[in-house]
């Protein structure tokens, strides 16, 4: 499984990428705000750290408005994924830019029909948003599952991007049914890696290596 960095913070993009494991980045309009710089700069900067996908969301609405975006983010960088939303026009878009190689990732997934149209339309990774699910009482890693059966059924090549994590177990859950990705923000990326047994574990062996002296 792939694993994201959720994130438009330079400085926390380069902190993860320099442990060599972040396979790519995911960002939105709120994450692009939150740093406070344009968005072509802050993209362009992203796609020289990490050589994985880039995915960058157009604000469109309209179908020609979402063309002409992701042309221009395409000629960014080579690693450009272009968000556009789960919406009508985001599907009719979707198709006419991927027939581009132009690869889009849907986005605002929150159920299995919506990404059976994803998929349908030619993306190349869908987002199911499971955090926000749970936020409103629904099951977002049953989502998950039912995304992840229907494009067995029927060998689509779209991949699973699982997106709005708010807890590490949902990465490792997320793994255990078989999602392509799974895009993180640092602060969880940070608790995937540490555990308060390993320092204890380190701690004692250090320990113990002095008394051995
Ligand atoms: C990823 O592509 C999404 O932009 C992100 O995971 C949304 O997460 P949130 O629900 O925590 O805002």
Redesign the pocket.
């Known amino acids: 499984m792939k694993l994201f960095l ?1 994130t438009a913070n330079l400085e926390a993009i380069k902190k993860y990428a320099s442990w060599g494991l972040v396979d790519g980045v ?3 309009p ?2 692009i705000a939150k740093e406070g710089v344009p968005l072509e700069k802050r993209i362009k900067e992203i796609c020289k750290v990490v050589k994985g996908a880039v ?1 960058t ?1 157009v604000l469109s609405t309209d179908v020609e408005g979402m063309l002409k975006e992701a042309r221009v983010f395409k000629k960014w960088a080579k690693n450009i994924y272009v ?1 556009l939303p789960m919406t009508p026009e985001g599907l009719q878009a979707t198709q006419i830019l991927s027939k581009e190689e132009i690869r889009i ?1 849907i ?1 605002l997934v929150f159920s299995a029909a919506q990404a059976l149209l994803a998929a349908k339309a030619g993306a190349a990774f869908v ?1 199911p ?1 499971i ?2 699910l749970d936020d409103i009482g629904h099951d977002g890693m049953q989502l998950i599952e039912e995304i992840v059966q229907i494009y067995r059924n029927y060998d689509f090549k779209t991949e699973i ?1 699982v ?4 807890l590490p177990r949902q990465v490792t859950e997320a793994a255990m049914v078989g999602a392509d990705i799974c ?1 993180v ?1 640092p602060d969880i990326y940070d608790k995937l890696v540490r555990h308060p047994l390993t320092d204890a574990g380190i701690k004692k062996f250090l320990e113990d290596a002095k008394k051995a002296k």
């Open positions: 959720d995911t960002t939105n709120s994450l995915s969301e968000k990732n986005t987002s948003f955090g926000r991007l997106a709005s994590i708010r895009t923000p």
